[in-house]
């Protein structure tokens, strides 16, 4: 099953594939021959959505002036006016902040008549990421740390995260206006919201100082900001500075901005390459996944096991699929720190949100000895890369928790240190299929057979 889960993983990954749905979209953009074309591709796609939209503006005989990719990975630019740099993800460093002085750089040169492409993907928040003037570098990669730790999810992290960073929350557009500028993205969120995606660099911000200030008290993290980030929240709040632009604004007026790949496109994708293999049925789960990693590992494990006891004769031997998609949390423990007993975040984990829901699944499965005999579990991001590690998820079965087990370390322990990365690997259950070159959040497969 594990070679059946692989190619349902390679249908999800083509189902969402950048390069043919970014071609498509500037093909239908409609830009002017006359108007000078800058390329700005932010993300884990940002290689193959600029590849299709050269491949597309040289067909329509557009020139291309100038543009910047910044990536994750370094690869040889597509056309010789583009310039490629590498940021840092999930947090940002030297690399990203050099690759933001670019990006204003770059937006300083664009002249009235000229258009902006700007292609948007998952990791942009953090590859493009640099302070707002007065505040400092090691503030803000303080700021993502903390936010990373503390089990929020997208949405809210990015409205915390847009608020500091000097080209989230429009902030790029109004750098380039009175220049156009038309965003394409692919969309690594819940609700596919273009204010959010990449921390919405080129859209109008819809949320307040206040909506930020309201997350953090919520989460408990207002006081864990450093003074000048607390100081400028409070400022916009009173109205002493600006807030964020918002809709109506005119650098909006003269562009566009949607999703043209997502999630959904990915799940179908392997539901249809499964039904392709003769599965006798195939769940697409509509609820996106979303929540505490380790919880919802266990509540799709439970999901599968009743699958599995529902299974009529005839289906005996006869595979059954369920499809999840979405994006989970991993809330980190806090340690205190001996010289003044405030708690500190944990070190980042060896895993990822992925790796950590396949963990608790296999518990699960392995506590349900025979009942679980035939199911197999897949949680993967489609980016290829699930936290700070090589591997995109996990595939694990009732004898995956056994296998750790045997091999001398112990699960549950590396469940409650977020280390799962280390346990998985000792009984040979995690997935490199590598970097994919699109992100559409998280999938999860599930086989009874």
């Known amino acids: 099953m594990r070679d059946v889960l692989t190619q349902l993983y390679g249908a999800a990954v083509g189902g969402a594939a950048t390069g043919p749905v970014t071609a498509r979209a500037v093909d239908s953009l409609a830009v002017s021959r006359d108007r000078r074309v800058w390329v700005l591709a932010f993300g884990k796609a940002a290689h193959a959505m600029t590849a299709a939209a050269v491949t597309s503006l040289q067909r329509s005989l557009h020139q291309i002036v100038g543009g910047l990719i910044v990536a994750p990975d370094e690869a ?13 993800h999930p947090v940002p460093g030297a690399r990203s902040f050099a690759a933001a002085q670019r990006l204003g750089d770059l937006a300083a040169r664009m002249k009235s008549g000229d258009v902006a492409l700007a292609l948007v993907s998952g990791g942009a928040s953090s590859l493009i990421a640099a302070p707002l003037r007065g505040m400092t570098e090691s503030d803000l990669t303080s700021l993502y740390e903390l936010l990373l730790a503390s089990g929020l999810d997208i949405s809210a992290m990015n409205t915390v995260r847009k608020r500091f960073s000097r080209w989230g929350g429009g902030r790029l557009t109004l750098a380039i206006a009175p ?92 539901a249809d390459r499964a039904r392709a293999l003769g599965a006798a049925a195939v769940y697409v789960v509509d609820a996106p996944l979303t ?25 005996t031997g006869a595979r059954r699929f369920a499809i999840w998609g979405g994006e989970t949390t991993v809330t980190l423990h806090q340690a205190s720190d001996s010289s003044n007993r405030r708690p500190t975040p944990a070190p980042p984990p060896p895993g990822g949100r992925c790796q950590e829901l396949a963990l608790a699944a ?15 579990l897949l949680a993967a991001g489609t980016d290829g890369r699930d936290g700070p590690t090589d591997a995109a998820g996990a595939m694990v079965d009732a004898g995956t928790w056994g296998l750790i087990h045997a091999a001398g370390a112990d699960p549950a ?19 490199k299929p590598g970097p994919t070159g699109t992100n559409v959040m998280d999938i999860v497969i599930g086989v009874v057979g």
Not at 226 to 247: I, N, Q
Not at 362 to 376: F, H, K, N, S, W
């Open 179 to 270: 220049a156009g500028t038309h965003c394409l993205a692919v969309s690594d969120v819940i609700g596919d919201d273009l204010s959010t995606i990449g921390s919405g660099p080129c859209v109008p911000d819809p949320t307040t100082a206040d909506d930020v200030i309201d997350i953090l008290e919520d989460a408990k993290l207002l006081s864990r900001l450093t003074k000048p980030f607390r100081t400028y929240l409070a400022d916009v709040s009173r109205g002493a500075e600006p807030e964020t632009p918002k809709r109506g604004h005119p650098a909006f007026a003269h562009g566009s901005a949607r999703v043209i790949a997502d999630n959904r496109g990915a799940l179908e994708a392997a």
């Open 362 to 376: 296999a518990r699960v499965l392995d506590e349900a000895g025979e009942r679980a005999a035939g199911i197999c």
């Open 76 to 88: 040889p630019s597509p056309y010789g006016t583009i310039a490629v740099a590498c940021g840092d």
């Open 291 to 315: 929540g505490e990693a380790v919880r919802r590992g266990e509540d799709i494990a439970r999901w599968l096991l009743e699958l599995r006891a529902k299974g009529s004769t005839s289906e």
């Open 413 to 431: 322990l590396a469940l409650a240190r977020h280390d799962s990365y280390a346990a998985l690997d000792r009984a040979g259950a995690l997935f």
